[in-house]
Structure formats: structure tokens, C-alpha cells
């Protein structure tokens, strides 16, 4: 009898199609149960970055220039990628928050400064909020006041309820209610080839003027603020990310940054087609001009700007509480209960009323706030930016996670741009004939 | 309210003393540049404002 052959490594045992079909099915959905359960920091701050003044910015620009600037928000999404990405790897690597990594790396001098920064151009973003959800409301007669104080009264309980999850879950809920001006925009009924031949091809609307500058910094500055910089790296640390969990944390980011640029796109489209040449300066002007075309459409957009600032809010009151307890060494996570970290809640409390009372001011210019902080935020951003790059660059910090070549070059090209336009935008406002 | 100052700036002189070595020693020209870098962000940052001032102004 002869002797059976020996079976060679290179031959596999063949499995039927059902088990192969199973054993991939299982392999998806254990990838699946880790990146949802991974997921989150990414997807809230790239939607909360649509917050209430990106959508006034976008408003404002799709009645100015009509589809002519969607190209430009198609390379802003991969900017803000590529920018968040890093700080998915710094907060997972060093396991502490961007104000801390500062400080610790490059001394209390540059710290404070960059603690300095955060705070003020947060505080000024949360006026925004407010702005938004006040006008929002104001749409369906509910007073200014009511909204602060309900609006306040919510943000307190998401917070105090004593776990990062929950904070978490609850924010992805309003971060689906932004997509709201998806099916806006199908109401309108846009011509899909009037989109795509106006809006994807690079050009300057009117010219290379000043009023294109300030246009092109606010759209910056609403889709790369120095606030998500502090506080994603905060998020990966508070939900107790480490390096394993960083190509999730990618993944998430990524889809965060395609739903960011798919409403901003959206909502440039909305007001592109039916209020091109109208003279509109805010999303709630917006909102309510629409009211008078299509019921509906005015409702999604007060919604989506309602759901816009709030969002914004929870994410920047917190960025802001994180890097106080950083750096003041207060307890300073979502998962401690109020008796263990008052001062964490209490900066975010006290960041939430001071906010809140700017926008009950009378006569407060509250649109031209909205604006210029967009413009003001991103104006700063560079300062952030080389921070964040010099510390993804060190080998003994990150390790395998520093940046490579690539990573290095767009990053760098990011702060080049945006310090080339804020100039160009300072020299048009400080000589407004020389770009007529 | 003294009392209560005065706890505020000992936490801060704390932090400073915490991190008055940094990690990493920047040379004399990166720091420069990025001094540089910041206070003309922040001139930029004034040219706004008053550009904002003009415009509320008017």
C-alpha cells in the first residue's frame, strides 16, 4: 500500500463557500463592533466644526457667490484631515491633551501662550454659538433669553451626567441631526451640471478682491479651528484611546471629514440656488428668507443652524475646560461626577453663561461677530498648527507615530496658505483699492 | 480677596515652576522665528479688529 503523500505546506484544506463567506462576514463585524466602539471624537468634531458659524459662513457664501466656491471646500476637507489625523496619534501616543503636550515640550512660556489663544478664540467661537441658536429660535418666536437658558440648562445635564459614553453618544445623535441639509438641498432642486461645472472648477467668483479673502479665511476658518486641534487630542485621552485604536481613530476621522465638507457643501448649494444675489449676512436671514419660498426648507435650515450651534457649543466649552485641567492638574474627565472636579465644570459653566450673555446685549452687531471670529480664529490657527507639527516630528515623543515626509509637506503647506491669505486679506483691508 | 489671589498665583507660579525646563531645547533661531511668527499673527489679529471697529462704526 502505498504510502500517502505527504500534504504540501503550500496546500490548503478547501472550505466551502458558506464557511468562507461566514468566517469574512465575522471578521467585518468584529472590525466593526471596534471602530463604532472606537469611533466618535473624529465624526463630533469635524460635524461640530459645521457649527453655527460655518453654516452663516456657508449661507453667506453660496448667496455671494453662488456655486463658485464648492471647489475650494472640496480641498479644505482633506486639509482638516490631514490636521486632525495628527492629533488622533499625539492624544493616543502621549495619552495627555494638546495644552499639556505644549507645556510639557516646550516650556510655560509657549504654553501659556498657546493656553492664551485656545481660550480667547474659544470664548469668542462660543459667542458665535449662541448667535446661531439664538437666531435659529428666534425663527419660531422662542426669545433670545429662553434659549440661553434652556440651551444652558441642556448642556449641564449632558455633562454632569458623569460618563464620557454617554456625553459621546449623545453628541453623535446631534451630529446626524446636521445632516439635515442633505435633503434641503434635494428640495431646491439644483442643477446637478450647473454644480459640477461652476463649483468644481477653481476660479475667484467677482475677482481677487477683498471681499473673496474675507470669504476664503472665514471658510478656513470654519473647517480648520484651533479649538478642534485641543479638543480631539482631549477626546482620544478622555475616551481612553491608545495606539492600537489609531487606525480607527483615522477612520473615524476621515468620515468625519466627508460628512463636514458633504454639509457644507449642501448647505453652499441650498442658498446658491435659490437666494444667489440676495443680500444675505446669516443663516438665520437665510432660514427665514426660505420660509417665504418652501416651509420646509426654511424649517431644515433653522433646525440644522439650532442643531449647528449647539453642537459647536458642548465641543468648545469642553476643549476649553480640558486644557484648564490639564495644565491646572483638576480632575478634569467627563467620566468624574461634579464633587470631583469642580473646576473642570465650573470653567465650562462659567465659559456657557459669559457666552451666552454677549448675544442678550442690545444692538450687539451680532452677525458681524459671527463673521470676523471665523476670520479671527483661523488668522491665529498657524500659531497651533507649527505647535502640533513640531510635536508630531519628535521622534522621542511619537516614536513609530511622528510624522513622515508627506504628512510634513502638506501639513506645512496648510500654515504656508493660511498666512499667505491672512496677509493678503490684512493688506486688502487696510488698502482696499490696491485689489479693485 | 487677597487671600483668594494669592492662592490663584501660587497654582500659577506652580505651573511655571513645573514647566520651566522644557523637553525639548529649541535653538536661539526657532524660537525667534516662532516669536516672530506669533506677533505677527497678532498684528494681523489688531488689523481686524480695527477693520471690525470701522465696520460697526459705519
Known amino acids: ?436 | 480677596m487677597k487671600e483668594y489671589f494669592k492662592r490663584r498665583f501660587s497654582k500659577i507660579r506652580e505651573i511655571n515652576r513645573k514647566y520651566a525646563t522644557p523637553r525639548v531645547k529649541m535653538t536661539k533661531g526657532v524660537a525667534f522665528a516662532l516669536l516672530m511668527l506669533r506677533l505677527y499673527l497678532i498684528l494681523l489679529v489688531g488689523i481686524l479688529i480695527i477693520k471690525f471697529i470701522t465696520m460697526v462704526n459705519k
Not at chain 1, 231 to 259: L, N, R, Y
Not at chain 1, 298 to 320: R, Y
Not at chain 1, 350 to 362: E, S
Request: proline share 4%; hydrophobic share 55%.
Open chain 1, 1 to 436: 500500500m502505498k504510502a500517502p503523500a505527504a500534504i504540501s505546506s503550500t496546500r490548503r484544506p478547501s472550505i466551502g463557500f458558506i464557511p468562507r463567506l461566514y468566517f469574512h462576514y465575522r471578521r467585518v463585524a468584529k472590525w466593526l463592533a471596534v471602530f463604532l466602539a472606537v469611533s466618535g471624537p473624529g465624526i463630533i468634531v469635524m460635524v461640530a466644526d459645521n457649527d453655527a458659524g460655518g453654516i452663516t459662513t456657508y449661507a453667506a457664501t453660496g448667496a455671494r457667490f453662488g456655486y463658485g466656491l464648492l471647489w475650494f471646500l472640496v480641498i479644505l476637507g482633506p486639509a482638516a484631515y490631514y490636521v486632525q489625523e495628527m492629533t488622533v496619534r499625539l492624544g493616543a501616543v502621549t495619552k495627555r491633551g494638546h495644552a499639556e503636550a505644549i507645556f510639557e515640550t516646550f516650556g510655560r512660556f509657549w504654553g501659556w501662550f498657546s493656553l492664551t489663544d485656545l481660550v480667547l478664540t474659544d470664548w469668542l467661537t462660543l459667542v458665535t454659538e449662541f448667535i446661531g441658536m439664538t437666531a435659529a429660535l428666534s425663527i419660531f418666536h422662542i426669545p433670545p433669553l429662553a434659549t440661553v437658558i434652556v440651551v444652558s440648562i441642556i448642556m449641564a445635564m449632558m455633562v454632569l451626567q458623569g460618563r464620557y459614553w454617554t456625553w459621546e453618544k449623545i453628541a453623535l445623535l446631534f451630529c446626524g441631526i446636521n445632516l439635515i441639509y442633505i435633503p434641503a438641498a434635494f428640495i431646491v432642486h439644483p442643477s446637478v451640471s450647473e454644480v459640477l461645472r461652476v463649483g468644481l472648477i477653481p476660479h475667484f467668483p467677482g475677482g481677487f478682491n477683498n471681499q473673496i479673502f474675507f470669504f476664503l479665511m472665514a471658510n478656513i476658518g470654519t473647517t480648520i479651528a484651533p479649538w478642534m486641534i485641543f479638543f480631539q487630542q482631549s477626546a482620544v485621552v478622555d475616551k481612553g484611546m491608545d495606539e492600537k485604536d489609531i487606525p480607527f481613530g483615522k477612520v473615524d476621522t476621515f468620515i468625519g471629514s466627508i460628512c463636514t465638507v458633504l454639509v457644507a457643501a449642501f448647505v453652499i448649494i441650498v442658498t446658491a440656488t435659490v437666494l444667489r444675489g440676495v443680500q444675505i449676512d446669516s443663516a438665520a436671514q437665510a432660514s427665514q428668507a426660505l420660509m417665504g419660498i418652501n416651509k420646509y426648507l426654511g424649517t431644515f435650515l433653522a433646525i440644522g443652524l439650532f442643531d449647528a450651534g449647539f453642537l459647536g457649543a458642548i465641543c468648545i466649552s469642553l476643549a476649553s475646560s480640558w486644557a484648564f485641567g490639564e495644565i491646572f492638574g483638576w480632575a478634569h474627565s467627563l467620566n468624574n461626577k461634579i464633587k470631583e472636579a469642580p473646576w473642570f465644570y465650573g470653567s465650562y459653566f462659567i465659559a456657557l453663561i459669559t457666552a451666552g450673555t454677549v448675544v442678550l446685549i442690545p444692538g450687539a452687531p451680532l452677525v458681524l461677530i459671527t463673521l470676523f471670529v471665523q476670520v479671527i480664529a483661523v488668522t491665529l490657527l498657524p500659531a497651533a498648527l507649527v505647535f502640533l507639527i513640531l510635536l508630531l516630528n519628535d521622534g522621542e515623543l511619537m516614536g513609530k507615530f511622528k510624522n513622515n515626509r508627506a504628512q510634513n509637506i502638506i501639513s506645512v503647506t496648510i500654515v504656508v496658505c493660511i498666512v499667505l491669505l491672512s496677509t493678503l486679506y490684512a493688506v486688502s483691508a487696510l488698502f482696499p483699492n490696491l485689489f479693485k
